[in-house]
């Protein structure tokens, strides 16, 4: 009978646990995010908000640093200019549809199956994270220690989506958000080959050295992994509501 009893409150508590972890996992997720949006700032940016930065990119594969310059206009519109060993060149995502503009003249248009869904990464305001709760799908992962800090990892997926696992795949964003300060630690997302969407390659960026710019938090150092490539983007200044940048498409 005593083991009969202790089978049964075993088993009661187990249930009680996955039960309690569902309702959880599931209502964490959302206020995690709110959260996070809150500490960032984030009702800072709107649709017509403009954002200018500058700083320096220095490319694992190169010796030297290189100038650059952002601009975007809420979150749908970017501009890049940097300034290569070989060119000026400027990349321009104008509502879904980019391009990449050489400095000889000549113009690539970038792959719709990339730039249909991509948001500007350098400001994390303007991911995913930042989406109306009733635009985007999110799930709690787990949690994990960074030093004395404890991340919550959450998968974010836009609600308006195509109902294909590949795209699923591509449009999805993981992201580590700091307990202690509610600030984005850590993105990985997927990106698709220019020829070939089936050919994915996993993107991580690591946020760090975050100050607040007219109430919002911009971290001024940024580490990008794909595959061998490292990219190291240090920010020298941010301006908030400057004047439009050109982002028309040739």
Not at 53 to 66: C, F, K, N, T, Y
Not at 196 to 210: A, K, L, R
Request: proline fraction near 4%; include cysteine.
């Amino acid at each position: 009978m005593k083991l009969a009893r202790t089978v049964l409150c075993a088993t009661v508590f187990l249930a009680f646990s996955i039960s309690l972890i569902a309702q959880v996992s599931g209502a964490n997720a959302t206020a995690i995010i709110q959260r996070s949006n809150t500490a960032m700032g984030c009702a800072v940016i709107g649709g017509a908000t403009t954002i200018s930065v500058r700083g320096s990119l220095h490319a694992s594969s190169l010796s030297s640093a290189m100038p650059i310059k952002i601009d975007t206009l809420g979150s749908n519109r970017w501009r890049s200019e940097l300034d290569t060993p070989k060119e000026h060149k400027v990349t321009i995502v104008n509502a879904g549809k980019g391009q990449v503009q050489h400095g000889d003249g000549r113009t690539t248009t970038l792959a719709e199956h990339n730039t249909s869904h991509q948001r500007p990464m350098h400001i994390p305001c303007m991911t995913n994270v930042a989406l109306p709760s009733g635009a985007i799908d999110v799930s709690y992962l787990r949690v994990e220690t960074s030093g004395a800090d404890s991340l919550d990892v959450i998968e974010l997926l836009p609600s308006v989506r195509p109902h294909l696992k590949q795209t699923d795949d591509i449009m999805k964003t993981t992201v580590w958000i700091s307990r202690s300060t509610g600030y984005l630690m850590k993105l990985q997302y997927v990106n698709s080959a220019e020829q070939d969407p089936n050919d994915i390659q996993t993107v991580e960026i690591d946020y760090s050295d975050y100050r607040v710019v007219n109430g919002l938090a911009v971290p001024f150092h940024q580490v990008t992994h794909a595959g061998a490539l490292a990219l190291d983007l240090q920010l020298d200044s941010v301006q908030l509501n400057t004047a439009p940048a050109d982002f028309n498409l040739r």
